[in-house]
Every structure is written in structure tokens, then in C-alpha cells.
């Protein structure tokens, strides 16, 4: 199982990124994909949910109308549109996967984490 993040980088305050996150070795299409992020010396927190049809999307209020969360299951990958971006967005960001939707916001439910990829915003 692999969960390979990329598309992090450094952006200026106001600027956009978009991360993707590519699955292999289980059935994508099977599993809610989240994003989740952690800033130094902060605890994991989750960003966005999407089910497994993309037909359920939720997202952290800090983020709600800059960012979206988005799947093809046709290429086993989730993204993350990250617009307006903010010094306060600046953190590692991981994508995850789990069988069950309704817990989308608890990370101790999800079965596979990918490694993780740096989001630095600057003023």
C-alpha cells in the first residue's frame, strides 16, 4: 500500500497550490480520502473529506471556500485545490484513507497515510 503526496511548495500569502496524493496497492475507489495537516509543534488536524463516490465532501471551517477536495478514481488519486492561501496554512500535509466516511475528521480511523508533503506560505 502507498499513498505518494506531492505539489507542496513555498507560495506567497493570497497564492495557490494543488496537492495530489496518488494511491496504489488497495481499491481507491473502496475508501473516503482525506487531508489532513500538522504545523510544527501542533497537533494532526483535519483540512477535507471526500467519500468514495464523491458524492459527500466536508471540510475544517479554517479552510471552508479556499480550498477543494476532489477524486478520480479512474487514476486512484485525490487532490486538494488550495486557493487564498494563508500564512496559517503553512503545515505538512497528509492524505489518508479509510473504509468508513463517518469518521471522517478522527485520524485514528484511517488505514493508510501517506508521507506527507510541505506547504510553506509566506507574507
Known amino acids: 500500500v502507498q499513498l505518494q503526496a506531492s505539489g507542496g511548495g513555498l507560495v506567497q500569502s493570497g497564492g495557490s497550490l494543488r496537492l495530489s496524493c496518488a494511491a496504489s496497492?488497495?481499491?481507491?475507489?473502496?475508501?473516503?480520502m482525506d487531508w489532513f495537516r500538522q504545523a510544527p509543534g501542533k497537533e494532526r488536524e483535519f483540512v477535507a473529506a471526500?467519500?468514495?463516490?464523491?458524492?459527500?465532501?466536508h471540510y475544517a471551517d479554517s479552510v471552508k471556500g479556499r480550498f477543494t477536495i476532489s477524486r478520480d478514481n479512474a487514476k486512484n488519486t485525490v487532490y486538494l485545490q488550495m486557493n487564498s492561501l494563508k500564512l496559517e496554512d503553512t503545515a505538512d500535509y497528509y492524505c489518508?484513507?479509510?473504509?468508513?466516511?463517518?469518521?471522517?475528521?478522527?485520524?485514528?480511523?484511517?488505514?493508510?497515510w501517506g508521507q506527507g508533503t510541505q506547504v510553506t506560505v509566506s507574507s
Open positions: 489518508a484513507a479509510a473504509r468508513l466516511y463517518r469518521t471522517y475528521d478522527k485520524p485514528q480511523f484511517f488505514d493508510y
Open positions: 496497492g488497495f481499491t481507491f475507489s473502496n475508501y473516503a
Open positions: 471526500i467519500s468514495w463516490n464523491s458524492a459527500s465532501t
